[in-house]
């Protein structure tokens, strides 16, 4: 079965303090791993698709990287208006699976 | 236009009540999904259509009833809910490849509905 965690489930930062989020899976056949972020009472906005180790994209003060394990969003001095919470979803051989997120606070 | 629009923004109705949640893309997607969304879980998928035919029911019950009446349009009928089914409904759409093989692209979601059951 699929697994996706993400780590930490909450992280609270000062503006401009940079810092990783960490999104593990275990999936036969990855097909894709994408990030999204989610405002409360909003639904998700798509950030990123990763489709092979090694890959990178970056969107602003957004950088996602991807290895045969995990994946990795870096933000880079962070604003209060990227408090959000960040899901990992992966896509394997069937359908595309949510980590429950972590919810990110960055205060001015 | 980048944008999935989902009606109505907010809806309270009783266990007896039927209800449809509405959902719009004009992005030419060809795949479109319904999610539920508990308070701090990820979503849940429901059901997804390609090419306006239900290709995946996760075991959702029968007073979840969906309908894709055109490739821009998907409904979601509401009948006989319980409390438990109060949520944020989520609407999607993506791409859909002509691999043949089902795939899951980027998804755009809709604000969602929310759904309270009394």
């Known amino acids: 079965e699929d697994q996706v965690t993400q780590s930490p489930e909450a992280l609270r930062l000062q503006e401009g303090e940079s810092s990783s989020l960490n999104c593990s899976y275990t999936?036969?056949?990855?097909?894709?791993l994408f990030w999204y972020r989610q405002d409360p009472g909003k639904g998700p906005e798509f950030l990123f698709t990763?489709?092979?180790a090694g890959e990178e994209k970056e969107k602003e003060r957004l950088k996602a990287t991807l290895t045969k394990k995990e994946s990795f969003l870096h933000i880079t001095a962070p604003k209060p208006e990227d408090s959000a919470t960040y899901l990992c979803?992966?896509?394997?051989?069937?359908?595309?699976?949510f980590g429950k997120g972590t919810k990110l606070t960055v205060n001015p | 236009d980048t944008e999935v629009t989902q009606t109505p923004k907010h809806l309270v109705m009783g266990m007896t009540n039927k209800k449809s949640l509405k959902c719009e893309q004009h992005?030419?997607?060809?795949?479109m999904y319904w999610y539920k969304q508990k308070a701090k879980k990820p979503p849940e998928l429901m059901f997804v259509?390609?090419?306006?035919?239900?290709?995946i029911n996760e075991s959702v019950p029968s007073r979840f009833s969906p309908e894709c009446p055109n490739s821009s349009l998907l409904n979601l009928h509401l009948h006989a809910l319980q409390p438990e089914d109060s949520a944020l409904y989520l609407c999607?759409?993506?791409?859909?490849?002509?691999?043949?093989?089902?795939?899951?692209?980027?998804?755009?979601f809709g604000p969602g509905t929310r759904l309270t059951v009394t």
């Open positions: 999607a759409s993506s791409q859909f490849p002509t691999s043949g093989i089902l795939y899951y692209s980027e998804q755009y």
């Open positions: 990763l489709y092979s």
């Open positions: 979803a992966v896509l394997g051989s069937e359908k595309l699976v």
């Open positions: 992005m030419g997607h060809r795949a």
């Open positions: 999936v036969s056949g990855l097909r894709g």
């Open positions: 259509y390609s090419y306006e035919k239900l290709s």
